[in-house]
């Protein structure tokens, strides 16, 4: 059964930090990866999602990359903002049951002015 | 722009009552997604829907229906609401084609007193 896991559970850091989330999974045989953000009380917002045939995926300050072989993911987060203080989830889509997403538990990331 | 709407952001209701959480979406996408997430359980599927009328039990079903009589209209229904279904829900949706991003609404806080 794939498992997901995000260490750490909580990262606080000062403004203007580059900083890495990790990701990691159990099963390699996954279709893709996607990072999403939760503002506290609210739903989901997509980030990043990278397909298994890929290595990485950018998007402004982000950059999320992929080893499948080695179950892991980070998500890179330059010149970190308060603006970005909210929880970061990955989650897998298995290869079999690709529509399926099987999630982290995320990582509370606070960023101090 | 993507737009998953959920009917009630914040909702209470008492055990024993069906209870009924809607949720909408106007990208025409084939797939819905109900989760619910608890602290320190992460984000758990409980049901999805890969087209009208159509349903799958995910991870977590017991306690819980669902309807999808129309395309962008997914349904969850608590049968007879107990204390231990008090949770944030959240319900997404995606294109069928495997590996396409999941949408997220705001979500519904429940509470069963």
């Known amino acids: 059964k794939q498992e997901v896991t995000q260490i750490p559970a909580a990262l606080s850091v000062p403004e203007g930090e580059n900083l890495v989330l990790n990701c990691s999974f159990t099963d390699s045989a996954i279709y893709n990866l996607q990072w999403f953000r939760q503002d506290p009380g609210k739903g989901l917002t997509s980030l990043l999602l990278?397909?298994?045939?890929?290595r990485e995926q950018t998007s402004g300050r982000l950059n999320a990359s992929l080893d499948k072989s080695s179950g892991r993911s980070t998500l890179y987060i330059a010149a970190s903002q308060p603006g970005d203080s909210a929880t970061y989830l990955c989650a897998v889509s298995p290869s079999q049951g690709a529509q399926k997403l099987v999630f982290g538990q995320g990582t509370r990331l606070t960023i101090n002015p | 722009d993507v737009k998953v709407t959920q009917s009630s952001r914040y909702l209470v209701k008492r055990t024993g009552e069906k209870v009924f959480l809607e949720c909408v979406q106007d990208?025409?996408?084939?797939?819905m997604f109900w989760y619910r997430q608890d602290p320190g359980l992460g984000l758990r599927l409980i049901y999805f829907s890969y087209d009208v009328k159509m349903k799958e039990k995910g991870d977590i079903p017991e306690g819980y229906s669902v309807s999808r009589e129309k395309k962008e209209r997914f349904s969850l229904i608590l049968e007879s609401a107990s204390t231990n279904q008090t949770s944030m829900y959240l319900c997404?949706?995606?294109?069928?084609?495997?590996?396409?991003?999941?949408?997220f609404g705001d979500g519904t806080r429940l509470s069963i007193l």
């Open positions: 990208m025409d996408h084939e797939n």
């Open positions: 997404a949706s995606s294109l069928y084609r495997v590996g396409q991003p999941q949408h």
């Open positions: 990278i397909q298994s045939s890929q």
